[in-house]
């Protein structure tokens, strides 16, 4: 039992941790270059971050299993059932999160302040690494969003991953297992260790946070 | 000045970001390599039988199964799409029909374990004593007692809706809910109900200690819940794996892993000669 459950939460840890490092290189560049820059359709591309935001993960779980599955317009890349198409789906889940919330961050960022970064000769990446520094303290705050949103997530990652015993099977699959087993000891001690490992990640992310404060 | 240095950090960042992230990427992205998808039921999983077998097949024949626990119905939509290799399943009139259609081949009996119907002690509808299942049934519609369907197309909820039309009765949603769940969550709302339900016995025994719902009714020829292994047929689809979908379904009726079903608590092989 005790070297399947490491394993689940290894698992659990190598899965959450890629799809969390992905969205926050890809959500928070998006969200600072939606922020910055005036283009086209902008505010549409602001909607759709902001519907992300609340994606429901069985309909993201849905449409990434009929991409990937045999026949499907990715299928032959055979990532069904495999923890990538399960960074894939969390991915997709926690982008928006992180992009929206870096969004209104660099939004609120006072017009003077980007007026006086111009004025020293910040452009472009810049300006963009300037904000990013100032507003540090909300953005983790984004990221530690994202990282709730993607570690608690079931449904999605049941679909493409498949609960598979020692290949897919993470925390939350593992939970939903027991349970209908009936083994709701395990199933209440396996909440536990989530709740534990989603505490120690925002636990560190906080130190950060308000370690990057005081300095 | 200041501005170039904050530049020079920032890609440092990035550096070290790409390095961390391409890591953690290539530790999981390991390519697949001889596998067989297994589509079966939640039940099968949940009993824990597949958590026996499945090892010591692997360890035989070199492959890697991938075992997917869905409902009966999405088991067979997925053997219907070429989505999986091999099938475990019980639902005998689907399974004929996708024998018949062609998109399954080689079907073979393996194992079966039963269904039991569960109900409040007290027995309020007197289904103890009812001559039949049938019969047990009618008795729940006619006093109006709940009865909670799992509605949600598996094997238990098939099995289930075959055994109504013995009894004759109306559905009507007035006595009769559908959870839409698995076989633990539903026996779980019978239990707070107080309800009928249809319960494969080995999650029956499992949730025995948490529900004070009793067996009401078992041992009929119609309660008996047969499991057939089968191969999902190459021609109708692309990439099914044939060759690992046979060597599976052999182990699954090979003399040995009957012995082991034999050993197994709540299942009874049917594959020995």
Sequence with gaps: MLPELLNILLLTLRVSGTALLISILIGIGLGVFVALRDFPARKLVIGVINTGMGLPPVVVGLLVLLF??????????????????????QVILGTPIIAGLTLATIQ?????YKWQAQALGAQGW?????????????????????????????????????????????????????????????AVLLGLFLLALSFSVNLGLTIIQQRTKRA | MLISTKTGNLRLNVAVSMIV??????SVSVAGYKTIILATTTSTVDSG???????????????????????????????????????????????????????????RA????????????????????????????????????????????????SKELSI?????????????????????????????????????RATYLSFKKRIRLVIVREGDKLLLNPYHVIEVNPEKNKGVNTTGAKAFADFLVASATQKLIADFKGFFPDAVK
């Design chain 1, 126 to 186: 810049q300006m963009a690494w300037l904000l990013i520094r100032e507003t540090r303290l909300s953005l983790l705050a984004a990221i530690m969003a994202g990282f709730g949103g993607i570690i608690s997530e079931v449904g999605a990652v049941m679909m493409v991953g498949g609960n598979i015993k020692g290949q897919t099977r993470v925390m939350t699959t593992a939970i939903v297992l027991e349970s209908q087993r009936g083994e709701i000891e395990l």
């Design chain 1, 68 to 89: 990937l599955w045999r026949g499907g317009p990715l299928g032959f890349l055979e990532l069904i059932y495999t923890p990538t198409a399960m960074i894939i789906a």
């Design chain 2, 21 to 26: 992230f391409f890591c953690f990427f290539f």
């Design chain 2, 49 to 107: 039988l597949l958590d026996v077998l499945i090892p010591i097949f692997e360890k035989q024949s070199g492959y890697i199964v991938k075992t997917i626990g869905v409902g009966s119905g999405m088991a067979m939509e997925m053997g219907r799409r070429g989505q999986a290799d091999v099938l475990l399943v019980h639902s005998p009139r689907d399974e004929e029909k996708l024998v018949k259609d062609g998109f399954g081949i080689n079907r």
């Design chain 2, 110 to 157: 393996v194992m079966h374990n039963d269904f039991i119907l569960i109900g409040p002690a007290d027995d309020p509808a007197g289904a103890k004593t009812a001559k039949s299942v049938g019969e047990a049934f009618k008795k729940i519609g006619e006093s109006g007692s709940l009865f909670i369907s799992r509605g949600d197309k598996s094997g238990t909820h």
């Design chain 2, 164 to 200: 109504w039309p013995y009894s004759k009765t109306i559905l009507s949603n007035l006595w009769y809910l559908e959870s839409g769940q698995g076989m633990g969550a539903t026996l779980l709302i019978a239990d707070q109900k107080q309800a009928y339900t249809l319960a494969d």
């Design chain 1, 108 to 112: 609120s960022v006072p017009q003077k």
